[in-house]
């Protein structure tokens, strides 16, 4: 069988980047890249292709039947236990990449950080930052985490912690995060297969977004950031909370790809500390 064959007959059944995402991706992690040469699939090449369609057809993310991810042009190690980092998230990190560059910060925390893409997206891009903190509640995702560390041999300090409460008087020039927003009625089929604590905020899904926007001022330097990815639904909501606290500023609004409000970008104006 020809592999054009199979990618035309499945074409209806794969989103268009994950299809390509197999063939530059899978293949070659199987020792199967001399398919290139001939495009011919033997029994073995299609039963592999096979596979991969049934556990796809039963709602299992691309990402974890490879064991892997692509996000900001940087392959990652992913599984049940990290969400799979998703194209939205990679403008937060644009924004916060921006800032940093701007503004020469030095030290910066990735909070809730799953697989670390953030952190170590930021690591490699902005060689300036000399202290990166990546930290997660669930040690499952900080095994994760620190697989991808030790793959990018990127100096990032992984901790567990519950949101910030393990950082005591640390303070942090940027926290970004991308941190669980999902109302706990939404987390239907399709995203049964990632991990819950990573994507539940809750009835109105603003449980975490709260608790990180009262948190960060105590964490935040003096005219630090807190760059935050929400809900495309939030920016009302999360808007009105933030209304609340006359210790941030808004720096400007994120859009998606879809023109959805995506994320947000505070300031810390105030030195507030207890």
């Known amino acids: 069988m ?29 020792g199967l890249g ?13 039963q592999c292709l096979e596979n991969i369609k049934r556990l796809y057809l039963e709602k299992i993310p691309l990402a974890y039947i490879l064991g892997k991810e692509e996000f900001y042009g940087i392959e990652f190690k992913v599984n049940p236990s990290v969400l799979v980092p998703r194209k939205e998230t990679e403008l937060i990190v644009e924004e916060a990449l921006d800032i940093i560059d701007r503004d020469n910060i030095k030290c910066v925390l990735d909070l809730c950080c799953g697989s670390a893409n953030i952190a170590i997206s930021i690591k490699k891009v902005a060689s300036q930052c000399r202290d990166v903190f990546a930290c997660d509640i669930s040690a499952a995702a900080l095994a994760v ?25 640390q303070q942090f ?12 009625k939404a987390i239907d089929s399709s995203l049964r ?8 905020g809750g009835v109105d899904g603003l449980d975490i977004i709260k608790k ?15 760059v935050m990815e929400i809900g495309y639904n939030q920016k009302e909501a999360v808007n009105s909370l933030i209304e609340r606290f006359a210790w941030y500023k808004i720096v400007k609004w994120i859009k998606d790809y879809d ?16």
Request: hydrophobic share 40%; aromatic share 14%.
């Open 193 to 200: 297969h990632e991990p819950r604590v990573a994507l539940d």
């Open 2 to 30: 020809r592999l054009k064959g199979w990618l035309d007959s499945n074409s209806r059944v794969f989103m268009a980047r994950d299809l390509r995402y197999i063939v530059k991706s899978f293949f070659p992690a199987c």
């Open 259 to 274: 023109n959805n409000w995506r994320g947000i970008i505070l300031k810390k104006t105030i030195d507030y500390r207890p």
């Open 145 to 169: 985490a620190g697989w991808n560390v030790c793959s990018h041999k990127a100096d990032i300090k992984l901790v567990r912690s519950d949101l910030l409460s393990g950082f005591r008087s």
């Open 212 to 226: 990180v926007l009262l948190q960060a001022p105590f964490y935040l330097k003096k005219d630090g950031y807190l």
């Open 173 to 184: 020039s940027m926290i970004v995060t991308n941190p669980p927003y999902v109302e706990s």
């Open 34 to 46: 001399s398919f290139y040469d001939s495009g011919f699939l033997n029994n073995d090449k299609v």
